[in-house]
């Protein structure tokens, strides 16, 4: 007698410590009792019965996860073909639905990102596909999460990664890309002659509101030309010259 009441103690402690199981915070436990969906655990210390499979506790990590969209080939909406890859990140917001509505919800994600990324990408042009990438992250996003919110996923965000663009489209966007900032560049330059040539002006003005000025800059500028005195340069010198130096002298006299 005792020792069939030994044997049972043992079978219960046996049942009572195989049955405790630790779920984590960043997990969730879905408990199924003869197959059928019994409840969700919460994180902390719990308790099965699992003497005879009776009770079977599967674990999901709650936690924001990724999974990768592989390089795929895809006709834009003005024939051009590019090649994208990008990258779908993910969390469990219903553990139960991730078990019982989907097989592999992380596998299938993927297979409906792909398809996502093919119906989005297929309805826009190459322009609009380089310069809005965030917003067409954005409506793949949309696609996928309608799709994932009956498996309790929710889709937290999409990332476009990689556009590779054939060989020959790469040369032409090189080119003008060239070609603008040569724009650039001539727009830039003619500026500056613009600034110059009005600095230039007011200079001038400047000059000549003053007696003899312009007369006065006249010989600053021969004097630089030929800074070899061993040589001689013959000017030309118009009659306006003249006067002016006459009046620079007139105008210091009367100073005086």
Same mark, same amino acid.
């Given at each position: 007698?005792?020792?069939?009441?030994?044997?049972?103690?043992?079978? /219960?402690?046996?049942?009572?410590?195989?049955?405790? &199981? =630790? =779920?984590?915070?960043?997990?969730?436990?879905?408990?199924?009792?003869?197959?059928?969906?019994?409840?969700? @655990?919460? *994180?902390?210390?719990?308790?099965?019965? /699992?003497?005879?499979?009776?009770?079977?506790?599967?674990?999901?990590?709650?936690?924001? +996860?990724?999974?990768?969209?592989?390089?795929?080939? /895809?006709?834009?909406?003005? +024939? =051009?073909? /590019?090649?994208?890859?990008?990258?779908?990140?993910?969390?469990?917001? +219903?553990?139960? &639905?991730?078990?019982?509505?989907?097989?592999?919800?992380?596998?299938?994600?993927?297979?409906?990102?792909?398809?996502?990324?093919?119906?989005?990408?297929?309805?826009?042009?190459?322009?609009?596909?380089?310069?809005?990438?965030?917003?067409?992250?954005?409506?793949? #996003?949309?696609?996928?999460?309608?799709?994932?919110?009956?498996?309790?996923?929710?889709?937290?965000?999409?990332?476009?990664?990689?556009?590779?663009?054939?060989?020959?489209? #790469?040369?032409?966007?090189?080119?003008?890309?060239?070609?603008?900032?040569?724009?650039?560049?001539?727009?830039?330059?003619?500026?500056?002659?613009?600034?110059?040539?009005?600095?230039?002006?007011?200079?001038?003005?400047?000059?000549?509101?003053?007696?003899?000025?312009?007369?006065? @800059?006249?010989?600053?500028?021969?004097?630089?030309?030929?800074?070899? *005195?061993?040589?001689? =340069?013959?000017?030309?010198?118009?009659?306006?010259?003249?006067?002016?130096?006459?009046?620079?002298?007139?105008?210091? #006299?009367?100073?005086?």
């Amino acid at each position: 007698m005792n020792a069939l009441i030994t044997i049972l103690i043992i079978i /219960v402690a046996y049942v009572l410590l195989r049955g405790l &199981k =630790v =779920v984590k915070e960043y997990e969730r436990g879905v408990v199924l009792t003869l197959g059928k969906y019994a409840g969700t @655990r919460e *994180p902390g210390l719990t308790w099965i019965f /699992v003497l005879f499979g009776i009770q079977e506790m599967i674990v999901v990590d709650i936690r924001i +996860n990724s999974t990768e969209i592989p390089q795929q080939e /895809v006709i834009t909406k003005d +024939n =051009v073909p /590019v090649g994208i890859n990008a990258v779908v990140y993910f969390h469990v917001l +219903n553990a139960d &639905k991730a078990i019982l509505k989907i097989r592999n919800y992380s596998s299938a994600i993927t297979q409906y990102a792909q398809a996502a990324l093919r119906d989005v990408i297929g309805g826009v042009e190459l322009d609009t596909l380089l310069s809005e990438r965030e917003k067409i992250a954005e409506e793949m #996003k949309k696609n996928v999460d309608t799709a994932t919110t009956e498996w309790g996923i929710n889709i937290t965000d999409i990332r476009i990664q990689d556009i590779e663009l054939p060989a020959d489209m #790469k040369r032409v966007m090189a080119k003008q890309a060239e070609s603008e900032r040569e724009r650039r560049a001539k727009v830039i330059q003619s500026q500056g002659e613009y600034e110059a040539a009005e600095q230039l002006a007011q200079a001038a003005q400047r000059l000549s509101s003053m007696p003899g000025g312009l007369s006065l @800059r006249t010989l600053e500028t021969i004097e630089k030309i030929n800074p070899d *005195p061993s040589k001689t =340069v013959i000017f030309a010198l118009p009659i306006e010259f003249l006067q002016g130096i006459q009046s620079l002298a007139d105008w210091m #006299k009367n100073k005086k």
